[in-house]
């Protein structure tokens, strides 16, 4: 075979390699792409994701975002511009997509843009084109690029930025033009705001190929001119970057110091105490390098076929340089920040593809060599095969739990709680899941400030002005009855959990308990039972005052919520389609005060098809009557229509009224059905009341 065949061939099989690892990354990045559990550290996914609920519902695109989690005041985590956060709520807004969904089409979307930067990177080490698509094969089918491609983190973003800054950088200073300068400033500015530990790994390459330019130019002892513009020009590529995080921290730092729990986000804490700075104590811990081993099995592929891939390359004297020189970087990532990347396997998303680099140069080298075509074939398969058992056993379980995200209680807690009301966590630190999926701002307790009596008085203090409605405690802190204790009694709660989770207790406001455990009991779509003989029978079936509180939120679907109530089979919800209904079998009377400058009525109700199907036993009408009382005792008609499905089509939909409408002084509009003439089967509903 000559040399342009063996060419041609070797060519066409790599185009192949690559389409076919293009194609299975697009489908395990797409994998359950609409599911709505964010798996992957989740606590750090929860983190992004309720700072774009609350930009979103506050319509809120500063500088000055809120992440309510840790108490007041509720701009306190400023870790970052939120640049990826305004991205997922723009594409939201214009597509219709959940928040969940735009994060993922934005993450893999920059995941994606960032593999053109590293083509055009391999062109530097004289690469030829086709073979640059073995190193971008490696890192389509990486696991740590398919799972966390598709994760509601901004480390996509920073990525794509930093890899676009690098190439930049590197024809900046190789060609001095003015337009590649451009790019890199915006690239570096971009990734420094995003997310700064991101873009320090990548500036280390480029801070070694500057300092190599500067070295030649010096070198050649040609007079300070070319060392200066070296100098110059390098340094132009980062201070916009370098300048615009430094006022960031100085603009954000103040804030999260001053603020009871969230001083720990500071940049001197963050960096020292969460990422382990050059923190070379850590370099010489066992335990640390082995959770680090541990995470490049869960992330790329076995620790020992790494070290093997990396032996080979530096055993070829054609690739020995670039398998060093870019195998080094993705270890000296590591060194920066030991404890980010040892206790977050996402981290390595930063720096995996320097690893792939060195592999694929170490996979061209044996390309190259004399080896028997089958025994580089072979070669060539097993850091494949690597990566796809490692994503396999590991990534692809969690991707594939069916979950739409939060806890059981979480879903309560949204629906059956004041929406302007917050929660108080403990046991959970600051992991927002609960906050998140409740869609409640909260005061969550980090770990170990349970037992901090100065820090609790400042953090209740602080929310002295709010409304709590509940306390979620987690895990070993529920026997904890000290502290427990301490917080039903601060904030009108009971003693005793309202009702509880696997792992966690939930106490309740008295104000909206008995409201809580009522709906609980009546509504089946909740995985949350009551406990026994604690769910209160109110309304019973008697004429029976309702506090507004238990009118808020046990007649939801009525406004204004009603202060009177009496139904004969006493108060139930059902589910009618997928919509919750109020059941309003004759006979039901329900007493509301309208707003003085009401101006119409909309009253929406049916029947079940269950109480007209059967030719043989099915109900004879339903009359739907709405009646003004006067303090007077005056009572007159404002509407009436009789519901007979049985004979009537057009009754057996759901009815949806408007009527006109302008209220007497003081009247009060009683809402009634009755039967017709017997009530049998006469199963009526309501869907909404609305008085405006």
């Known amino acids: 075979m000559s040399s342009s065949e063996t060419t041609r061939r070797e060519n066409w099989c790599l185009i192949g390699l690559f389409a076919a690892a293009l194609a299975y990354s697009l489908y395990g990045v797409t994998y359950h792409w609409t599911m709505g559990f964010m798996s992957g550290h989740e606590f750090r996914q929860a983190q992004t994701a309720i700072v774009a609920y609350y930009i979103d519902q506050q319509d809120n695109f500063s500088l000055l975002y809120e992440t309510p989690i840790l108490g007041k005041p509720w701009v306190s985590i400023l870790l970052e511009v939120p640049i990826y956060e305004w991205s997922v709520v723009w594409l939201s807004r214009a597509t219709g997509l959940p928040h969940v969904v735009a994060a993922r089409t934005i993450s893999a979307g920059c995941f994606y843009l960032m593999l053109p930067a590293l083509w055009l990177l391999l062109g530097r080490f004289s690469v030829p084109k086709p073979r640059r698509l073995l190193p971008l094969a490696l890192v389509l089918s990486a696991p740590v690029y398919i799972y966390y491609s598709r994760a509601f983190l901004m480390d996509a973003m920073a990525l794509m930025c930093s890899v676009w800054w690098l190439l930049g950088f590197v024809r900046t200073m190789d060609e001095r033009r003015w337009g590649w300068l451009a790019l890199t400033v915006v690239a570096g500015t971009g990734a420094a705001l995003i997310k700064s530990a991101v873009l320090a790994a990548w500036l280390v390459p480029g801070a070694a190929y500057g300092a190599w330019l500067l070295w030649r130019d010096l070198r050649a002892r040609t007079g300070w001119a070319a060392p200066v513009k070296t100098v110059c020009w390098g340094v132009a590529t980062v201070v916009v970057a370098l300048g615009a995080l430094k006022a960031w921290i100085v603009y954000t730092d103040p804030i999260k110091a001053t603020h009871a729990s969230a001083w720990i986000f500071t940049s001197k804490n963050l960096s020292q105490g969460n990422w382990g700075l050059f923190d070379l104590k850590a370099l010489f811990n066992g335990g640390l390098?082995?959770?680090?081993?541990?995470?490049?099995?869960?992330?790329?592929?076995?620790?020992?076929?790494?070290?093997?891939?990396?032996?080979?390359?530096?055993?070829?004297?054609?690739?020995?340089?670039?398998?060093?020189?870019?195998?080094?970087?993705?270890?000296?990532?590591?060194?920066?920040?030991?404890?980010?990347?040892?206790?977050?396997?996402?981290?390595?998303?930063?720096?995996?593809?320097?690893?792939?680099?060195?592999?694929?140069?170490?996979?061209?080298?044996?390309?190259?060599s004399r080896l028997p075509r089958w025994v580089v074939a072979s070669v060539f398969v097993v850091p494949f095969a690597a990566q796809v058992r490692a994503y396999w056993q590991d990534y692809r379980v969690g991707q594939s739990t069916i979950h739409q995200g939060g806890y059981p209680f979480t879903e309560v807690l949204r629906d059956l709680t004041p929406k302007n009301s917050i929660i108080i966590?403990?046991?959970?630190?600051?992991?927002?899941?609960?906050?998140?999926?409740?869609?409640?701002?909260?005061?969550?307790?980090?770990?170990?400030?349970?037992?901090?009596?100065?820090?609790?008085?400042?953090?209740?203090?602080?929310?002295?002005?709010?409304?709590?409605?509940?306390?979620?405690?987690?895990?070993?802190?529920?026997?904890?009855?000290?502290?427990?204790?301490?917080?039903?009694?601060?904030?009108?709660?009971?003693?005793?959990?309202?009702?509880?989770?696997?792992?966690?207790?939930?106490?309740?406001?008295?104000?909206?308990?008995?409201?809580?455990?009522f709906r609980l009991r009546e509504r089946r779509q909740y995985s949350i039972a009551p406990p026994v003989n604690?769910?209160?029978?109110?309304?019973?079936?008697?004429?029976?005052?309702?506090?507004?509180?238990?009118?808020?939120?046990?007649?939801?679907?009525?406004?204004?919520?009603?202060?009177?109530?009496?139904?004969?089979?006493?108060?139930?919800?059902?589910?009618?389609?997928?919509?919750?209904?109020?059941?309003?079998?004759?006979?039901?009377?329900?007493?509301?005060?309208?707003?003085?400058?009401?101006?119409?009525?909309?009253?929406?109700?049916?029947?079940?098809?269950?109480?007209?199907?059967?030719?043989?036993?099915?109900?004879?009408?339903?009359?739907?009557?709405?009646?003004?009382?006067?303090?007077?005792?005056?009572?007159?008609?404002?509407?009436?229509?009789?519901?007979?499905?049985a004979r009537n089509l057009a009754d057996r939909s759901e009815q949806h009224e408007v009527i006109p409408y302008k209220p007497l002084p003081g009247e009060s509009l009683r809402f009634s059905t009755r039967p017709h003439e017997n009530p049998a089967f006469d199963w009526a509903y309501t869907i909404r009341i609305n008085v405006k």
Request: glycine share 8%; aromatic share 14%.
């Open 289 to 368: 390098w082995g959770l680090l081993m541990r995470c490049w099995e869960q992330a790329i592929m076995s620790r020992w076929l790494i070290g093997a891939g990396l032996v080979v390359g530096l055993a070829l004297p054609t690739v020995r340089r670039r398998v060093l020189g870019v195998g080094s970087l993705f270890f000296v990532a590591q060194l920066m920040f030991p404890f980010a990347y040892a206790y977050q396997d996402y981290y390595f998303y930063i720096c995996a593809v320097f690893l792939h680099g060195a592999l694929g140069f170490a996979l061209l080298g044996v390309l190259d």
């Open 425 to 517: 966590v403990a046991g959970a630190d600051w992991a927002a899941m609960t906050p998140l999926y409740a869609q409640r701002k909260a005061l969550m307790v980090r770990n170990g400030l349970d037992h901090d009596r100065t820090y609790l008085q400042r953090a209740f203090k602080d929310i002295a002005d709010e409304e709590v409605s509940a306390f979620v405690v987690f895990g070993g802190l529920r026997a904890n009855r000290g502290f427990t204790s301490m917080v039903a009694a601060r904030f009108d709660m009971d003693v005793a959990p309202t009702f509880s989770n696997s792992n966690a207790d939930i106490y309740i406001s008295r104000t909206y308990a008995r409201g809580v455990l």
């Open 534 to 645: 604690t769910v209160p029978d109110i309304p019973s079936k008697d004429l029976v005052k309702i506090s507004p509180a238990e009118a808020e939120h046990i007649f939801e679907i009525v406004r204004p919520a009603p202060y009177q109530a009496e139904f004969q089979f006493g108060i139930g919800w059902v589910m009618a389609g997928r919509k919750v209904v109020l059941s309003s079998h004759p006979k039901t009377d329900l007493w509301l005060s309208p707003p003085a400058n009401a101006k119409q009525i909309e009253w929406s109700y049916g029947i079940f098809p269950g109480a007209y199907e059967k030719s043989d036993a099915h109900t004879d009408g339903v009359e739907f009557i709405i009646s003004g009382e006067t303090p007077d005792g005056q009572n007159h008609q404002i509407y009436y229509r009789l519901l007979d499905p």
